[in-house]
């Protein structure tokens, strides 16, 4: 199973674009991108998948490298209530990490 | 549903007691997934199913914890002679094969 590495932290200005990284080095080539995230208290939230182009929604774009080595998730518009800790998960048994906890700060 | 619904959501139990978490997935959805999860971290993967059947079951601890999906919808996770360590949120998900999963709001175990 690929791994993912995340970093433990980040604050964001409310308003600001958050971008969170993801480092999956070990993806093999039909595994997806998944990012999940999770308010305190409650379970985790779909957020946007994708396997090698850049995706967008309602929520979020994700940018993906072209070697697959690694991707952004992109809040472009961060609100307070962003405030969660972010998931990267990169195997179809979604094997979560210890994520990214993103404070959006007023 | 229009949602994954998990039932209970708190559950308080003795330890060495016998319990059953209920989880209904979205009609449809032929992928399930068993977690639970402890304070301050992420969700433990526990068991995968595929339709009826459990695809991977290699994140249930030990042999107290079993799961089934009978009919390929509703799953129950049982807990046998249950331990204090085992209180936990225990999350389920489904899904169609490569979308996004979604998750139920979790049951509370508290064994005491």
């Known amino acids: 199973d690929a791994k993912t590495t995340q970093p433990p932290s980040m604050d964001c200005a409310e308003g600001r674009a958050a971008n969170l990284p993801c480092n999956h080095s070990?993806?093999?080539?039909?595994?997806?991108v998944y990012w999940y995230r999770q308010i305190h208290s409650q379970g985790p939230q779909y957020i946007i998948h994708?396997?090698?182009n850049n995706e967008t929604n309602e929520m979020a774009s994700l940018i993906i490298t072209e070697d697959r080595k690694s991707s952004t998730l992109i809040l472009p518009h961060a609100t307070l209530r962003d405030t969660a800790v972010y998931y990267c998960?990169?195997?179809?048994?979604?094997?979560f990490g210890t994520g990214t906890r993103l404070q959006v700060f007023p | 549903g229009a949602g994954v619904s998990q039932t209970p959501s708190n559950k308080v139990t003795e330890k060495g007691k016998y319990v059953e978490l209920r989880c209904d997935p979205i009609?449809?959805?032929?992928?399930l997934y068993w977690y639970r999860q402890s304070l301050g971290q992420g969700p433990e993967f526990l068991i995968y199913?595929?339709?009826?059947?459990?695809?991977?079951d290699s994140g249930l601890p030990n042999d107290r914890f079993f799961a089934v999906r009978p009919e390929g919808s509703v799953s129950t996770l049982k807990i046998q002679r249950t331990e204090r360590g085992d209180s936990a949120v225990y999350l389920c998900?489904?899904?169609?094969?490569?979308?996004?999963?979604?998750f139920g709001s979790g049951t509370r175990l508290t064994v005491v």
């Open positions: 998900a489904s899904s169609f094969p490569t979308y996004g999963y979604t």
């Open positions: 009609s449809g959805h032929t992928a």
């Open positions: 199913f595929q339709g009826t059947g459990a695809a991977d």
């Open positions: 070990t993806i093999s080539g039909n595994e997806y």
């Open positions: 998960i990169v195997t179809d048994k979604l094997i």
């Open positions: 994708g396997l090698k």
